[in-house]
């Protein structure tokens, strides 16, 4: 069974830094597209970016709202998902998602979220 | 830039109706790389349909999904209560992901 753990979420003022952690298990994480969406607090689903596999080149791909302020990047060696979150507004405050792609573009497993509050 | 717009924003139906949601996009997209989702309260969406019309693994045959180019549609031919929940489309193109902005299903 597919599982994906975040943590690391948290209270942080405008300005700072945190990074979030999803755990993997249950498939074949090194060969996975792996990636990150967030809600923000009553309101819909924003991507927020996906990392491809090593065999695929690892590229990276960022939403415009959040490049050059997150960063994604994984441990295939602990089957653990990273996003560096920097630079904070007070309008990235949301539940963030990790995300497994499956074919097609979609994202066939969820984690249950970790919530990022920007407030000073 | 792709946009999906999804309609009605809300659905108030009973259970044991039919519910037929629609998303739009701005461009063709083929039959390719759009996907639906369904969310409850306090929970994590999960993956109801991919490539348009394919049901994702454990979902029951009473959700199906229909469409090509621009207008696609996600039917639920008899609602269970456990069904009244947010519908989100998304679409993938060229290392871009986007989600429309849902429709509620809600319990007349």
């Known amino acids: 069974e597919v599982h994906l753990v975040e943590s690391g979420g948290g209270l942080v003022e405008p300005g700072g830094s945190l990074r979030l952690s999803c755990a993997a298990s249950g498939f074949p994480f090194s060969a996975a597209y792996m990636g990150w969406v967030r809600q923000a607090p009553g309101k819909g689903l924003e991507w927020v970016g996906r990392?491809?596999?090593?065999?695929?080149?690892?590229?990276?791909d960022y939403a415009a709202p959040v490049k050059s302020r997150f960063t994604i990047s994984r441990d295939d060696s602990k089957n653990v998902l990273y996003l560096q979150v920097d630079s904070l507004r007070t309008e990235d405050t949301a539940i963030y998602y990790c995300?497994?792609?499956?074919?097609?573009?979609?994202?066939?497993?969820w984690g249950q979220g970790t919530l990022v509050t920007v407030s000073s | 830039e792709i946009v999906l717009t999804q309609s009605p924003g809300t659905l108030s139906l009973s259970p044991g109706e039919r519910a037929t949601l629609s998303c739009r996009a701005s461009q063709s997209l083929g039959t390719h790389y759009l996907a639906w989702y369904q969310q409850k309260p306090g929970q994590a969406p999960r993956a109801l349909i991919y490539?348009?019309?394919h049901r994702a693994s454990g979902v029951p045959d009473r959700f199906s999904g229909s469409g090509s180019g621009t207008d696609f549609t996600l039917t639920i031919s008899r609602l269970a209560p456990e069904d009244f929940a947010v519908y989100y489309c998304?679409?993938?193109?060229?290392?871009?992901?986007?989600f429309g902005p849902g429709t509620k299903v809600d319990i007349k």
């Open positions: 990392v491809k596999s090593k065999g695929a080149g690892g590229t990276v």
């Open positions: 490539g348009a019309s």
């Open positions: 998304q679409h993938y193109d060229t290392s871009r992901f986007t």
């Open positions: 995300t497994w792609e499956v074919p097609e573009g979609a994202f066939g497993s």
